[in-house]
């Protein structure tokens, strides 16, 4: 009975294995079209931080374009791989900005013929008392060239492979080393140094790798194999221009093997809306080594005056794990945020260790501000609101979806001149500076 016990754990040991090590280009149907898999390799998502020892890898890299990833070399990641003829693009950009492939506009739909599934079908005619929805006769005739969801088309799947590379400085020795993505539409693979790391679905969320085994001091080579379309593209549908690529930041950076995670910090005004207690949630993670005795501290200020000092001595934290500390201080008569007055407050955490040396800090702009609704009227810190919003892309005229500041800030002083005092982000997260542009700016 052991001896078959032990035998069917090798057996799971061996099937899960099998499960994270697919060979990305031999197996892309099983990422692109498969419901169940939307990631690999990533870390837990936390709130937006880069660390002070980072490496930007925005700039050019080695691009090759392929209407189909079939036509990809299937060693192009490999460190060794002659990249020298391919041509060079900007990262991060569009690559239909660059010259490669077509920008497409289009609305919810696809830019391609769809079958909707039977099982939809029968659904939607439940929905409709029994009877069928359109195009729900299972006899009428098939469009031969179009694919069923989750299904999408890979004869003509836009395709870009990058290459790059990236020095990691000796002094990094024993931290933890990340690679973080910000936004890429809408499939992508990573490589590091011929090794596979990581998958992603998601053009608008952040994909971040934990690098560390992967790397070496020196120089590192980096490849990523970019898809337009997969079958989370059908989960951003939305009228605006459909492009695809690397087109936000990339950033290598490093962290001590314990570090300040994540953090969550929440105002609430008293019944007066003159004082306001301050709930703060900071995790404390461990990589490979546990910490003892501890110390974690957190402070509010404003213009060099602090106005709140919060501590937890003796913080422990087992190897390989995660401890969230809670702190809950009040601010005596704090100056409010609101769009007339987007009054700013710096939150600085600081982890330190045993002996007393800071191992790690982190910085944070903050707001005083209560908002409720009630009977469909919002309020701001006991006041009625009128939010006058416009609605907001991440659309450049010659940088596509990629965004930079001076043009955030050049929209948000629009918008103020005219009268605006919020902004309608559709329809999906904006770059992480349009929020902090928009604390600075006072848009709700």
Not at 13 to 20: L, R, T
Not at 189 to 214: H, L
Not at 271 to 294: E, H, Q, Y
Not at 343 to 368: H, I, N, P, R, W
Request: net charge neutral.
């Amino acid at each position: 009975m052991r001896t078959r016990f032990f035998i069917s754990l090798l057996l799971l040991a061996c099937i899960s294995s099998g499960a994270q090590d697919k060979a990305y280009l031999k197996n892309l149907p099983y990422y692109v079209e498969n419901l169940e898999v939307f990631g690999e390799g990533q870390e837990e998502g936390r709130a937006f931080h880069i660390p002070a020892r980072n490496i930007s890898l925005n700039g050019t890299w080695k691009f090759l374009y392929n209407e189909s990833p079939y036509d990809v070399p299937q060693d192009f990641f490999n460190p060794s791989f002659n990249d020298r003829k391919w041509s060079d693009i900007a990262v991060p950009s569009n690559w239909e900005m660059q010259g490669f492939g077509q920008a497409v506009f289009r609305n919810v739909s696809a830019p391609w013929p769809t079958n909707t599934p039977q099982a939809a079908r029968d659904a939607m005619a439940r929905a409709r008392g029994g009877r069928q929805f359109p195009g729900g006769n299972r006899t009428a005739p098939v469009n031969p060239y179009a694919v069923t969801p989750p299904e999408v088309p890979m004869e003509y799947n836009p395709t870009g492979a990058y290459r790059t590379s990236f020095n990691v400085p000796s002094s990094w020795k024993g931290d933890q080393i990340f690679l973080r993505f910000e936004k890429v539409a809408s499939a992508s693979f990573v490589w590091v140094n011929g090794q596979q790391v990581g998958y992603n679905e998601g053009a608008q969320e952040p994909s971040e790798y934990n690098i560390t085994k992967y790397v070496k001091p020196g120089k590192n080579t980096l490849a990523v194999l970019v898809l337009k379309y997969s079958d989370g593209y059908y989960l951003e549908g939305q009228d605006y221009w459909r492009l695809a690529g690397i087109f936000d930041d990339v950033t290598v950076f490093a962290s001590p093997d314990t570090r300040i995670w994540d953090y969550q910090v929440i105002t609430d005004f008293d019944s007066s809306f003159k004082d306001s207690n301050v709930d703060l949630t900071i995790d404390v993670r461990t990589f490979t080594t546990a910490a003892n005795g501890a110390t974690l501290t957190a402070e509010i200020s404003k213009d060099g005056k602090v106005v709140a000092t919060m501590d937890k001595s003796n913080l422990s934290v087992a190897a390989g794990s995660t401890n969230s500390v809670h702190f809950r201080t009040k601010v005596a008569s704090p100056l409010k945020w609101t769009a007339e007055t987007p009054e700013l407050y710096t939150l600085t955490m600081t982890l330190k260790d045993a002996s007393g040396k800071v191992v790690d800090s982190m910085v944070k702009k903050m707001g005083f501000k209560k908002t409720e609704i009630k009977d469909g009227v919002f309020y701001l810190n006991g006041q009625p609101i009128k939010v006058n919003a416009q609605c907001s892309h991440m659309q450049h005229p010659t940088l596509g979806h990629a965004m930079d500041e001076a043009t955030v800030r050049k929209d948000m002083e629009i918008l103020k001149q005219f009268g605006f005092n919020g902004v309608r982000t559709s329809h999906y997260p904006p770059v992480n500076e349009y929020l902090d542009l928009a604390d600075e700016y006072g848009l709700y």
